[in-house]
């Protein structure tokens, strides 16, 4: 089963996503303008939103014809913390490995 941390570290993976989202921090932005730095197709641009609003990190806004995109930062607060917890654990268990071999090493 999937959850929103692995759709949000998923969208997170690929470097077009990332600059998508890049461009999104500096404010809303129609499809078509996203899709125009890259040397792709617009379906292809198209999917990798959907990724992105799959993982809650960009929310769409229609306007008769146009639809608009904004970076919702929110599902990156969920990431962090996962991290941070990684991140203290393996800190944590690494330090008990030194305090063995310190202890091991001073017998």
Do not use: C, Y
Request: no cysteine; aromatic share 6%; glycine share 2%.
């Amino acid at each position: 089963m999937q959850t929103a941390l692995d759709d949000t570290l998923t969208a997170l993976a690929d470097p077009t996503r990332r600059a998508i989202l890049a461009r999104l921090a500096t404010g809303e932005a129609r499809v078509t303008e996203l899709a125009k730095p890259f040397d792709i197709s617009l379906n292809s641009v198209s999917k990798h939103i959907r990724m992105l609003e799959r993982a809650r990190l960009v929310t769409r806004r229609v306007a008769g014809r146009d639809h608009f995109l904004s970076f919702d930062p929110a599902p990156l607060d969920a990431a962090q913390a996962w991290i941070a917890e990684q991140k203290a654990l393996w800190a944590w268990r690494l330090d008990r490995l030194d305090d063995v071999l310190n202890t091991e090493g001073a017998s």
